[in-house]
């Protein structure tokens, strides 16, 4: 069994900056691919930021120069600094992992609002 578990939304003024984290638990030999996604009711989920186990990394055009994803490998985590948020930020957030052998997870979502 294998478990995302993030934390870090919350309620942040226009302009202001929040830290998501998510951690990985269970049965794990290595991670692939970790990212975050996040989706508006009225919208499908898209794609925010995502990081290889090398630490590359690749961001959605609304995000670029605000957000920072970061990966800790050792302790299976990966982080999402935001800064300047701005209202259209507002959705919920979610971790997503690809764990090698096993398949690809998602965490239970963290709500971010941003109010103007």
């Known amino acids: 069994q294998v478990q995302l578990v993030e934390s870090g939304g919350g309620v942040v003024q226009a302009g202001g900056s929040l830290s998501l984290s998510c951690a990985a638990s269970?049965?794990?030999?290595?991670?692939?691919?970790m990212a975050w996604y996040r989706q508006v009711l009225t919208k499908s989920r898209e794609l925010a930021a995502v990081?290889?186990?090398?630490?590359?990394?690749n961001y959605a055009d609304s995000v670029k120069g605000r957000f920072t994803i970061s990966r800790d490998n050792a302790k299976k985590t990966v982080s999402l600094q935001m800064d300047s948020l701005q209202p259209e930020d507002t959705a919920v957030y979610y971790c997503?992992?690809?764990?090698?052998?096993?398949?690809?997870?998602w965490g239970q979502g963290t709500q971010v609002t941003v109010s103007s």
């Open positions: 997503y992992a690809v764990v090698l052998g096993r398949g690809a997870y």
């Open positions: 269970g049965s794990i030999s290595n991670i692939g691919t």
């Open positions: 990081i290889t186990p090398a630490g590359n990394t």
